[in-house]
């Protein structure tokens, strides 16, 4: 581990070390583990319930108002395995930026653009556009996690993220079963 002032960063050995338990993740049905809406720029709010709406992506987050709202990017998705795994700490896991996090395979091999995954009432649809981190995403967790969500594994499993849109509005809660629809 490397630390950064009060923040320690997994190394890539110990980043590589999960790689196995991410493997494990359910193929057909998971769980929504966590909801994050960013009411503001750099805000999180924690959810329990939440609302996916086919104009708005999830009720009250700042989707829609960053300036380039593309509708292929309206929802983004991280494995929960891999977000627990990069960030040990669960208060700093919503730094990552993504709206849900789901115990389920989001690799490109199981979930290839146009599936279809109901969860609560809503359904999703997972979209072409690829979801690589930014710079925010290094600072949050460190360089190697960086290169690690990016390296050939790291893009086949989709370990950054997957976006998605909402093709049917519904409501979600946490702990709801997460089911690939098509």
Not at 11 to 25: H, P, S
Request: net charge negative; with cysteine; glycine share 10%.
């Amino acid at each position: 581990m490397t630390t950064m002032t009060d923040i320690t960063h997994l190394t890539m050995v110990e980043l590589e070390a999960g790689l196995d338990f991410m493997r494990q993740a359910p193929k057909d049905e998971g769980v929504l583990e966590a909801i994050i809406r960013r009411p503001q720029k750099g805000g999180r709010e924690s959810l329990e319930e939440g609302e996916l709406d086919t104009a708005e992506g999830l009720v009250g987050d700042n989707w829609k108002t960053r300036g380039a709202a593309h509708l292929d990017m309206q929802l983004t998705i991280m494995n929960a395995r891999a977000i627990a795994h990069i960030s040990p700490d669960i208060e700093r896991r919503q730094l990552a930026g993504d709206q849900l996090f789901i115990d389920l395979d989001l690799s490109g091999e199981n979930l290839p653009p146009g599936t279809r995954l109901s969860i609560g009432s809503a359904v999703v649809e997972v979209t072409a556009e690829p979801h690589t981190g930014c710079k925010q995403f290094v600072a949050r967790f460190g360089l190697d996690a960086m290169k690690f969500v990016n390296s050939p594994q790291g893009k086949a499993l989709n370990l950054r993220g997957i976006n998605t849109k909402v093709v049917q509005s519904g409501t979600i809660r946490v702990g709801d079963s997460a089911k690939k629809a098509s």
